[in-house]
């Protein structure tokens, strides 16, 4: 059998900024995309995996497709993706409305005539909308969820939300509002000193007076101890109790992540998060696949959960390592991409199936270190 495409997969968000479904990039030379996501979509475990989004199949000739290709696939969590122009054909509104009766929601890629949708039984929408937006009339007429594409920033979220979009895909998350709380100075400082502690193995006592300055970080980190989670059997009141729960090496690991978890305790969730998550836990899973020993994996998680400190603090990545006290090789990858460990960092950020062939990493591999650091990103965001 061929080896697995090589495929990337790209999270959309609600306007709360909490993940809802998956959607896939391939590269242009991995044929048919149709039949590559689908191969993916049926290896084991996948939908336990990335439980519970919706996973988004893109149908580019839906004139071709059977009920046979769909067995095994839960309806209830795929969304099929059809192209709004191949929809003006009646054999394929039919065949499509049979597959909608069949329990599988359809999203057509673009803007159809008026009645289209309705004949294929779509209920939203797919659209690049960074530039334009759709006729107020094509999304009124499906129930939705309509799905904006091509978001760069948090304002054009905003503009696309109150068109009528509830979910959204883009790069926007790597640019956060100017004016977010991470970028009061006094806060930069108190988050500097704390990775600065994590860096050198501070003590538990040194951790809890920090923590005591940052009311929203010791928020975060006691609501997560008292999480489904973690199970306990009785509620955990003070930081000396979270770290003894905790242990030292979890504890490191949490306050990385809960750095991105700082926000209003009404606003919407940090997008940085779970792509952090994502890259700390690809980076370990691959470490470990490469066979380096327990320290040089959590080096890598280190290395993948840092690389979007200088967006979250918008501050230069040198200044952020001066603050620090890290290791050499962890340095070296988070400035320059190099050295091995720089090597797997952009890997993860760009995969290509050079670069994996170069790092000896088979594709049925890397597909399965997304799988898991997709499963502990969901459940990451769900706890924080």
């Not at 839960?74 to 059809?82: A, D, E, K, N, Y």
């Not at 979220?157 to 109150?162: D, I, M, N, Q, Y």
């Not at 108190?190 to 193995?201: E, I, K, S, T």
């Not at 009311?215 to 509620?235: D, I, Q």
Request: with cysteine; proline share 7%; net charge negative.
């Amino acid at each position: 059998m061929s080896p697995l495409p090589l495929v990337e997969l790209q999270a959309v968000s609600n306007a709360h900024n909490e993940w809802v479904a998956l959607t896939f990039a391939l590269p242009a030379d991995a044929g048919d995309v149709f039949q590559a996501a689908l191969r993916l979509l049926k290896t084991p475990d996948v939908f336990a995996a990335l439980a519970p989004l919706d996973c988004i199949l893109p149908v580019s000739h839906p004139q071709l497709l059977e009920p046979s290709h769909l067995a095994g696939l839960p309806p209830s969590r795929v969304i099929l993706r059809v192209p709004a122009a191949a929809c003006a054909d009646l054999t394929v509104q039919k065949k499509l409305a049979a597959h909608a009766d069949a329990g599988y929601r359809l999203m057509l890629d673009g803007v159809a005539d008026a009645g289209v949708a309705s004949r294929c039984g779509a209920q939203s929408l797919m659209m690049d909308a960074a530039a334009t937006l759709p006729p107020l009339l094509a999304l009124v007429g499906q129930s939705g969820p309509h799905l904006a594409t091509g978001m760069g920033s948090a304002s054009r979220v905003a503009v696309c939300a109150k068109a009528g979009f509830s979910w959204f895909a883009g790069d926007y998350a790597h640019h956060p509002l100017p004016d977010g709380p991470v970028n009061d100075g006094t806060s930069c400082q108190r988050l500097l000193a704390l990775l600065g502690l994590l860096a050198r193995d501070a003590d538990s006592h040194e951790l809890e007076v920090l923590l005591r300055q940052d009311p929203a970080l010791a928020y975060h980190l006691l609501k997560l101890v008292n999480s489904a989670a973690f199970a306990l059997s009785s509620p955990i009141h003070s930081f000396g109790q979270a770290i003894s729960v905790l242990g030292r090496r979890q504890l490191q690991r949490w306050l990385q992540l809960l750095l991105y978890a700082r926000q209003q305790d009404d606003g919407p969730a940090n997008p940085l998060l779970p792509l952090a998550a994502v890259r700390a836990a690809m980076m370990e899973v691959l470490a470990k696949a490469q066979g380096w020993d327990r320290d040089r994996q959590d080096m890598a998680f280190v290395v993948g959960v840092f690389s979007l400190l200088d967006q979250l603090l918008a501050m230069p990545m040198r200044e952020i390592v001066a603050a620090l006290s890290l290791d050499l090789d962890v340095v070296i990858a988070l400035l320059e991409r190099t050295g091995p460990l720089g090597q797997l960092l952009r890997l993860v950020e760009q995969p290509s199936g050079a670069a994996l062939e170069q790092a000896g990493i088979t594709r049925q591999a890397y597909w399965e270190a997304q799988l898991q650091a997709y499963h502990w990103a969901i459940q990451v965001s769900r706890n924080i």
